[in-house]
């Protein structure tokens, strides 16, 4: 295999690889889910309370959301994003969030990936400064919310119909 530069469908992020294929499991290229797993073991490795993981978590499933994807990961993706800068809630109490949401529904709904999507990616985090990594991790996630932000209204509905208070 050669060396080339792939676009990951999700995201947009320009990744230079070996590798071409997609991930089956996201709307994301082979390539940037290994960045993903990259990010991954350094955050678990963190062991912070916050719990930074999640952010991470959340952000990717977002970003990586498509018509294959199942409707969980993206409405997830978007609560934690949604507890985090609409209600400040941490990683782990996000992570509590989605155990209550996992107990109260198995019927998510589908949300149409916005088409303007001026983000940063989880290889923006990756090519920063090591010793900056968690701030990026929250830039970055926070750069999802500003673009899905649109969808409040329908992740606060999605709240009152499982019967979550937040």
């Not at 949401?101 to 990756?126: C, G, H, I, Y």
Request: charged share 25%.
């Amino acid at each position: 295999m050669g060396i080339n530069s792939v676009t990951c469908p999700g995201c947009d992020a320009q990744i230079v690889t070996e590798k071409k294929d997609l991930d089956k499991d996201f709307h994301a290229s082979a390539a940037c889910r290994d960045l993903c797993f990259q990010l991954s073991y350094f955050t678990l490795a963190l062991g912070d309370t916050y719990f930074l993981h999640q952010l991470l978590v959340d952000a990717y499933a977002a970003q990586h959301s498509g018509a294959h994807v199942k409707p969980i990961s993206t409405a997830f993706g978007l609560a934690g994003l949604y507890l985090v800068w609409e209600k400040k809630y941490t990683g782990r109490q996000v992570q509590l969030a989605h155990m209550e949401m996992a107990k109260l529904s198995s019927n998510w709904p589908r949300f149409t990936v916005p088409e303007k999507r001026n983000w940063m990616t989880v290889k923006d985090v990756l090519d920063g400064v090591e010793s900056e990594r968690g701030e990026l991790i929250k830039k970055w996630h926070k750069s999802v919310w500003e673009v899905w932000k649109g969808e409040k209204r329908a992740i606060e509905n999605l709240f009152l119909t499982i019967g979550l208070h937040v």
